[in-house]
């Protein structure tokens, strides 16, 4: 019943349906990140933090995810499936992935008040890092076996957990590389 609803709103208003999940789904990563992994309590909650996040996947990456989905499968089109999927993994990880890296910690750093520079130099490359361990990965099997509708959705819910690292690395929580830990870490 929930999915017939979704895929109708998808089809009557598709970006605005995609933001709207967007927003939603980092904001409740951003809440796993503070209750799962830092365990501040809802006493000590930042609902602020949680806000940016919402703000961010709403505003930004929704809209620019479904949109660059959308390009990727009307540009990218080569001889066989597999090279078609290579060839949209290797733009998305080479364009859309560092661009929307900057953008989000930029826009944290600029929203929470602090140093972009600071922001950018301490959590960039961790990110990037991670980014590089978990999402070619996710995106072959989103391009290979998603219809284009759904890809956002898909990325959103393998993003609770990537955006609960990235609002933890926002944070200051840690660098996220493989165990290693800083005291002073960037947002996502």
Same mark, same amino acid.
């Given at each position: 019943?929930? !999915?017939?609803? $979704? /895929? ?5 208003? @598709?970006?605005? #349906?995609?933001?709207?999940? #967007? ?10 990140? /503070? /209750?799962?992994?830092?365990?501040? =309590? ?7 933090? #949680? +806000?940016?996040?919402?703000? &961010? ?5 929704? @809209?620019?995810? %479904?949109?660059? $989905? ?13 090279? %078609? ?24 750093? &600029?929203?929470? +008040? ?11 490359? @961790? =990110? ?10 996710? /995106?072959?099997?989103? !391009? ?23 609002? &933890?690395?926002?944070?200051? =929580?840690? %660098? ?10 960037? @947002?996502?």
């Amino acid at each position: 019943m929930a !999915f017939r609803w $979704y /895929q109708a709103k998808l089809r009557s208003a @598709p970006l605005l #349906t995609q933001s709207i999940t #967007t927003a939603v789904l980092f904001a409740t990563g951003d809440v796993m990140a /503070q /209750q799962g992994v830092d365990k501040v =309590g809802l006493e000590r909650h930042d609902f602020a933090r #949680t +806000g940016r996040m919402a703000l &961010y996947g709403g505003v930004v990456f929704g @809209p620019a995810a %479904t949109t660059w $989905y959308g390009i990727l499968q009307r540009h990218i089109n080569l001889s066989t499936t597999n090279r %078609t999927i290579a060839a949209r993994v290797a733009c998305d990880q080479i364009v859309f992935a560092p661009v929307n890296m900057g953008i989000f910690l930029s826009s944290m750093a &600029y929203m929470e +008040g602090s140093s972009i520079k600071d922001k950018l130099n301490k959590a960039y490359v @961790p =990110g990037m890092i991670n980014n590089f361990l978990l999402w070619p990965w996710v /995106q072959s099997v989103n !391009f290979k076996f998603v219809p284009l509708e759904h890809r956002v959705l898909v990325v959103n819910f393998v993003a609770l957990g990537w955006n609960c690292y990235l609002s &933890y690395l926002n944070s200051g =929580g840690g %660098t996220g590389i493989a165990g290693e830990t800083e005291k002073e870490l960037p @947002p996502s």
